[in-house]
């Protein structure tokens, strides 16, 4: 499945993500402002096709 060495990194990488400051939360916001304006934009659009 997934060693376990992997999973102390994966863990130990989050752990030093944390005391960075808020460059991971601020990032994440980021991508989900923009896929969810890709979203709004795609689902308003939508409706502007051709319907004969």
């Known amino acids: 499945m997934f060693p376990m060495h992997h999973l102390a990194a994966l863990l130990a990488d989050a752990s030093a993500d944390s005391q ?9 916001v980021i991508v989900v402002a923009v896929l969810g304006a890709a979203f709004l934009a795609w689902f308003l659009l939508r409706g502007y096709g ?3």
């Open 20 to 28: 960075q400051g808020p460059g991971t939360l601020l990032r994440v």
């Open 50 to 52: 051709d319907k004969d």
